[in-house]
């Protein structure tokens, strides 16, 4: 059974982090960006600040007892010249900062990406120094290697967006339950942002009304999605961040500890089936224990236990555009089980680099061409793509067939071109297709000014 009602009061009782902390969080952080506004040497190059991680994709959880929870964010500095030739200056002098100062001394300690502050026994906030350079490259800095990093907080930011809207706002519920689960239960190891991407890229944009309707739907179809993905790479593949090409996360993990999930993987992926499956409201309830611990218990109250299905019928409905077609309208059932990533570059635009990722902007204007590629599909040939195109507001109302929708098929580049036309929000989606079924697929958003 789904007991929805549990799962509500499960996540706002036991699992999500307090608004009490999260206020708390909020001050601590603009403490800490006053310091450095008051130092003599940060504060002519302070351009900032940006919440990053969990914090801001909104996935923080309460901490295990007697534990610390933590939050980063970005302190975006100006270039300085003199400095990066030895990115860990950067470091170094946000670090002696904080050391200069009275309230934050004896707290401070230096981390290979970060300088950390630490507040006994509660949390800890990283402050993660960030430039964009003269070339439009945004970094962070690797102490122990003395260089820059690539990075993209706002593009990761804005993928998980899209990612959690196409699961109707379940995934970052689901990625909660799995920080949980890997907190609590200490049966598997993996970084925040490691998980984040791979439940992250097992979100489909195929038939989302029902896939991801509710919570314990959403985490049965991803995690038994993830499981089939884990076992077709029994090494551990490259994990690239999904917002900036090129740039990995395996040297946050090891192959033992990918090997130790995937088993973990399978464990809690056939629970939750069994649980999600059980007619028996105790049996059912018996096997989310299991799962979650005795903490997954009875809601407090019975209003409690309707706002699930309040929240559900309370979805937005998507209206069709009149030539507008769905891949499974096509008879292709859902497999799942592959991964296909889609990446969009633009032309340049004053400010941008030649082929800036169009994650990396907030909008694009009209008049601009848009690149979108497979950049990653890990699904063996042959197998055919299949593309949709689908605009919406008024601008592309206005106009006869401006609203798109149809399902067009791949030249055999594994790309395709559009340029901007319409104000408001639109998407691009790839499918590939194999033996009459959908293995991967992936969605980009594009916001037109």
């Not at 009782?13 to 960006?33: H, S």
């Not at 270039?79 to 470091?91: D, F, H, Q, R």
């Not at 900036?244 to 090891?254: I, L, Q």
């Not at 209206?319 to 292709?332: N, V």
Request: hydrophobic content about 35%.
């Amino acid at each position: 059974m789904k007991l929805l009602g549990y799962f509500d009061g499960f996540l706002t009782d036991v699992v999500n982090l307090n608004q009490t902390r999260l206020d708390l969080l909020d001050a601590r952080v603009q403490a800490i960006v006053s310091s450095l506004e008051r130092d003599s040497v940060i504060k002519p190059l302070l351009q900032g600040h940006v919440p990053q991680g969990s914090w801001a994709h909104r996935t923080i959880i309460r901490p295990v007892e007697n534990r610390e929870f933590d939050a980063d964010f970005l302190l975006t500095l100006t270039e300085v010249e003199g400095w990066s030739a030895s990115p860990k200056i950067y470091l170094q002098q946000v670090r002696a900062a904080f050391r200069r100062s009275a309230t934050y001394a004896d707290m401070v300690r230096r981390k290979n990406r970060c300088v950390r502050i630490g507040y006994s026994g509660d949390c800890h906030v990283d402050v993660v120094p960030h430039l964009i350079l003269k070339d439009g490259r945004q970094v962070i800095v690797n102490y122990a290697e003395d260089k820059f990093e690539d990075t993209n907080p706002e593009g990761f930011t804005a993928w998980m967006r899209e990612k959690d809207g196409l699961a109707n706002g379940n995934l970052r519920k689901v990625i909660r339950l799995m920080k949980y689960i890997r907190n609590f239960k200490e049966t598997f190891s993996i970084p925040s942002v490691i998980l984040t991407t791979l439940l992250g890229e097992r979100v489909q944009p195929f038939d989302e009304a029902n896939r991801y309707s509710d919570v314990p739907t959403t985490l049965l179809n991803l995690m038994n999605d993830l499981d089939a993905w884990l076992k077709l790479n029994p090494d551990m593949p490259l994990l690239e961040d999904p917002s900036c090409p090129g740039t990995s996360f395996n040297h946050r993990w090891t192959q033992a500890r990918y090997e130790n999930f995937g088993k973990w993987t399978t464990f809690y992926a056939a629970r939750i089936t069994e649980a999600y499956a059980q007619p028996d409201k105790a049996a059912s309830l018996a096997t989310w224990q299991q799962i979650f611990g005795p903490e997954f218990t009875q809601p407090v109250t019975k209003a409690m236990a309707t706002t699930a299905l309040t929240q559900r019928s309370a979805m937005p409905t998507v209206d069709r555009a009149p030539l507008e077609e769905f891949i499974e309208d096509r008879g292709y059932a859902f497999a799942g089980g592959y991964k296909l990533r889609l990446d969009c570059t633009v032309d340049r635009r004053p400010g941008f680099r030649d082929g800036a990722h169009l994650r990396s902007m907030p909008w694009v204007d009209k008049g601009r061409v848009l690149q979108f590629r497979i950049t990653s599909c890990d699904v063996p040939r042959p197998y055919q793509v299949w593309w949709k195109v689908r605009n919406s507001g008024p601008d592309a109302a206005s106009v006869p067939g401006g609203l798109r929708g149809q399902l067009l098929a791949d030249d055999g580049s594994g790309s395709r071109t559009e340029t901007t036309r319409y104000r408001g929000r639109h998407y691009v989606e790839a499918y590939i297709v194999k033996a009459g079924q959908v293995v991967a697929s992936d969605h980009h958003d594009v916001v037109i000014r």
